[in-house]
């Protein structure tokens, strides 16, 4: 989000509308950020939607996650395609041809990609042999991408880091990208006010019901068009009206 200036865009739409101005206190992976919250350096925290989120909540530190933005995951692999994949649109039709032809496929580290894959192959019932199931321990994605090209296999990854270069790539190419099951969500919430009581509560919770207004996902469904490549980089979650 910071990366591709979509939160600091949004930061500055969100200035413009309410007067309310936002202060960046942490960005990072999710350890970092989870931090600022429990040490009650932040009024407001979003990322991906994971156990670190739910502790946050559990533990008395924030308060009231909404989901409100996706991010996505596209398969990727070795340019001999050996599943023959490139250009499907169908996770689990692609995931199936990887099972039948007994292509390498190189799982994460990342709790997240896991999360997916597992998601995936299981609502298709899609069982790949545990011989071309390759689990990673890596935490540094780009030895991943090495290993994926090594294997001449296929791997899960996030659309956004992979098409702005952010790791190291052997040659790898996008394989399987536009199934909403390879999405992602990000949670918001906020500080909990009775761990808290210095916390700005309703400012956090106007930018919390402006990140899931309508004019907001409206916003989102064409930010960064055209950036990485044609299509937008985020995209909106579906929202009850009368929640």
Same mark, same amino acid.
């Given at each position: 989000? =910071?990366?591709?200036?979509? %939160?600091?865009?949004?930061?500055?739409?969100?200035? $413009?509308?309410?007067?309310?101005? =936002?202060?960046?206190? @942490?960005?990072?992976?999710?350890?970092?950020?989870?931090?600022?919250?429990?040490?009650?350096? @932040?009024?407001?925290?979003?990322?991906?939607?994971?156990?670190?989120?739910?502790?946050? !909540?559990?533990?008395?530190?924030?308060? *009231?996650?909404?989901?409100?933005?996706?991010?996505?995951?596209?398969?990727?692999?070795?340019?001999? *395609?050996? $599943?023959?994949?490139?250009?499907?649109?169908?996770?689990?039709?692609?995931?199936?041809?990887?099972? *039948?032809?007994?292509?390498? %496929? =190189?799982?994460?580290?990342?709790?997240?990609?896991?999360? !997916? %894959?597992?998601?995936?192959?299981?609502?298709?019932?899609?069982?790949?042999?545990?011989?071309?199931?390759?689990?990673?321990?890596?935490?540094?994605?780009?030895?991943?991408?090495? &290993?994926?090209?090594?294997?001449?296999?296929?791997? &899960? !990854?996030?659309?956004?880091?992979? &098409?702005?270069?952010?790791?190291?790539?052997?040659?790898?190419?996008?394989?399987?990208?536009?199934? /909403?099951?390879?999405?992602?969500?990000?949670?918001?919430?906020?500080?909990?006010? /009775?761990?808290?009581?210095?916390?700005?509560?309703?400012?956090?919770?106007?930018?919390?019901?402006?990140?899931?207004?309508?004019?907001?996902?409206?916003?989102?469904?064409?930010?960064?068009?055209?950036?990485? *490549?044609?299509?937008?980089?985020? %995209?909106? !979650?579906?929202?009850?009206?009368?929640?």
């Amino acid at each position: 989000m =910071i990366d591709t200036q979509m %939160f600091v865009e949004l930061g500055a739409r969100f200035e $413009a509308d309410t007067g309310i101005k =936002i202060e960046i206190v @942490a960005t990072g992976p999710k350890d970092t950020i989870a931090a600022a919250m429990r040490q009650g350096r @932040a009024d407001f925290i979003t990322m991906h939607s994971s156990d670190t989120m739910v502790n946050l !909540v559990a533990d008395g530190y924030a308060l *009231d996650p909404q989901p409100w933005v996706k991010n996505e995951l596209i398969i990727v692999g070795h340019k001999d *395609d050996p $599943a023959g994949i490139r250009g499907m649109t169908d996770a689990v039709a692609a995931l199936q041809k990887i099972a *039948d032809t007994q292509a390498p %496929f =190189i799982v994460h580290s990342s709790l997240g990609s896991q999360e !997916v %894959f597992r998601d995936v192959s299981q609502a298709g019932g899609v069982s790949l042999d545990h011989e071309q199931l390759i689990f990673s321990p890596e935490q540094r994605k780009h030895a991943v991408l090495g &290993l994926t090209w090594e294997k001449h296999g296929y791997t &899960l !990854v996030g659309r956004i880091p992979f &098409l702005d270069n952010k790791m190291t790539n052997p040659g790898l190419v996008i394989m399987v990208q536009g199934d /909403q099951s390879l999405r992602r969500p990000y949670l918001a919430a906020v500080a909990n006010p /009775q761990r808290f009581p210095q916390t700005r509560i309703e400012s956090a919770r106007k930018l919390g019901a402006y990140l899931r207004s309508p004019a907001t996902q409206e916003w989102l469904l064409h930010y960064g068009e055209g950036k990485l *490549d044609q299509r937008p980089l985020f %995209f909106p !979650v579906v929202i009850d009206p009368h929640h």
